[in-house]
């Protein structure tokens, strides 16, 4: 009933362990598919661990890395992983420039990882770089591990862009096979009485499901390719959304984290119950019911809910 297809991997519900340090821990993951995750992300491998912004490939020693695992480490991580699990392994690299450091999507894939995720979280605050040319150096990097690799690259993107949906075709375009919407965007906190910068990663919270189902409504019918949810996804009514939405996967890490990996069992059936009571056979029949498929003008359609919700406020009484 919940079986979904993502990358061209055959999985057995749309619930996976998103990427975060658990997916790297073998025991949890065994837990996590006994649980019903029907794949995992690992926690990424990042460009600042190889090498940094052109320089050639050189590994980090582990004092000026403050990573769970160093690159060596990582591929055997990914063979220990297959080793110990029957559903897909997802390796993640994470980075925003395209140099040396791309080559270990080969490696990700010799060592017998299921597809890549490559993530290009990228602030660009260069006053003399366009959004053109940073977007191209971002296709660059798509190209670059499309071609070194045999295996599906799904792209984890922001949705900072000024025309998303160009740019979501043209990463398709570049020959990604799927797209992870969206990375959280996280800005540090100021410590007024330290005057430091205050980095704390909070858990992310429903609310910032809206953005992602936004995109993917909006996305998903006219872009071929695979579409995951991750951020805000807390619930079996929050996947129930994405996946009407448009997505194929919806990734869970914040829900996990907090409450364990037994959440995978109690979505699942959460999931079966709500579509056995709604009359849907298949969760085929369910994706992308509420897309934007049918809207005559996307964009107008998005412009008249926008007037519709500024709209919507009533004051209240004023307060002296
Ligand atoms: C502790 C932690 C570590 C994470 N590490 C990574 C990472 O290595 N690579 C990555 O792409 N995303 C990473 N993420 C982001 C998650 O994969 C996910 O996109 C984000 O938490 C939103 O999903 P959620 O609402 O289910 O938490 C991490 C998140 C958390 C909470």
Same mark, same amino acid.
């Given at each position: 009933?919940?079986?979904?297809?993502y990358?061209g991997l055959?999985l057995?519900s749309?619930?996976?362990l998103?990427?975060?340090?658990?997916?790297?821990?073998?025991?949890? +993951? $065994?837990?996590?598919e006994? @649980? &019903? *995750?029907?794949?995992? =992300?690992?926690a990424?491998? #990042?460009?600042?661990?190889?090498?940094?912004?052109?320089?050639?490939?050189?590994v980090?020693?582990?004092e000026?890395?403050e990573?769970a695992v160093?690159?060596d480490?990582?591929?055997?991580?990914i063979?220990?992983l297959?080793?110990v699990l029957?559903?897909?392994?997802?390796?993640?690299l994470?980075?925003?420039?395209k140099?040396?450091w791309?080559?270990?999507?080969?490696?990700?894939?010799?060592?017998?990882?299921?597809?890549?995720?490559?993530?290009?979280y990228r602030v660009?605050?260069?006053?003399?770089r366009?959004?053109?040319s940073v977007?191209r150096e971002t296709?660059?990097?798509?190209?670059?591990?499309?071609?070194?690799?045999?295996i599906?690259?799904?792209?984890k993107?922001?949705?900072?862009?000024?025309?998303?949906?160009?740019? +979501? $075709?043209a990463?398709?375009d @570049? &020959? *990604?096979r799927?797209? =992870?919407l969206f990375?959280? #965007?996280?800005q540090p906190?100021?410590?007024?009485?330290?005057?430091e910068r205050?980095?704390?990663?909070?858990?992310?919270r429903?609310?910032?499901l809206?953005?992602?189902?936004?995109?993917?409504?909006?996305?998903?019918?006219f872009?071929?390719?695979?579409?995951?949810?991750?951020?805000?996804?807390?619930?079996a009514?929050?996947?129930?959304?994405?996946?009407l939405a448009g997505?194929?996967v919806?990734?869970?890490?914040?829900e996990v984290?907090?409450?364990g990996v037994g959440?995978?069992?109690?979505?699942?059936?959460e999931?079966?119950e709500w579509m056995?009571?709604?009359?849907?056979?298949?969760?085929a029949?369910?994706?992308?019911s509420m897309?934007?498929s049918?809207?005559?003008?996307p964009?107008?359609?998005?412009?008249a809910?926008y007037?519709?919700?500024i709209?919507?406020?009533? *004051?209240?009484?004023?307060?002296?």
């Amino acid at each position: 009933m919940l079986r979904t297809q993502y990358l061209g991997l055959e999985l057995d519900s749309p619930l996976i362990l998103g990427a975060s340090p658990w997916s790297l821990d073998l025991d949890v +993951a $065994r837990r996590a598919e006994d @649980a &019903g *995750a029907s794949a995992i =992300v690992m926690a990424s491998l #990042f460009e600042e661990q190889v090498c940094a912004a052109g320089e050639a490939l050189t590994v980090y020693p582990p004092e000026r890395a403050e990573f769970a695992v160093q690159p060596d480490e990582y591929l055997e991580r990914i063979a220990a992983l297959k080793s110990v699990l029957g559903i897909p392994v997802i390796a993640s690299l994470n980075g925003s420039h395209k140099n040396a450091w791309l080559s270990y999507a080969a490696l990700m894939d010799q060592a017998g990882a299921d597809a890549i995720e490559l993530n290009v979280y990228r602030v660009s605050t260069d006053f003399d770089r366009s959004a053109e040319s940073v977007e191209r150096e971002t296709l660059d990097m798509v190209r670059t591990v499309v071609e070194a690799t045999s295996i599906p690259v799904a792209v984890k993107l922001q949705p900072y862009y000024t025309s998303l949906a160009h740019f +979501a $075709r043209a990463v398709v375009d @570049a &020959g *990604a096979r799927g797209l =992870v919407l969206f990375n959280r #965007f996280y800005q540090p906190d100021i410590d007024i009485e330290g005057l430091e910068r205050a980095p704390r990663l909070e858990l992310s919270r429903p609310s910032e499901l809206l953005l992602r189902l936004s995109w993917l409504a909006a996305l998903s019918p006219f872009v071929r390719a695979s579409f995951a949810a991750t951020g805000g996804a807390r619930s079996a009514g929050d996947v129930l959304k994405a996946v009407l939405a448009g997505a194929d996967v919806v990734q869970l890490v914040s829900e996990v984290l907090a409450h364990g990996v037994g959440r995978f069992t109690t979505i699942r059936r959460e999931l079966v119950e709500w579509m056995t009571e709604h009359g849907y056979p298949s969760l085929a029949c369910v994706r992308g019911s509420m897309n934007l498929s049918r809207a005559l003008d996307p964009a107008a359609f998005e412009r008249a809910n926008y007037l519709h919700v500024i709209n919507s406020w009533r *004051a209240p009484a004023l307060r002296q």
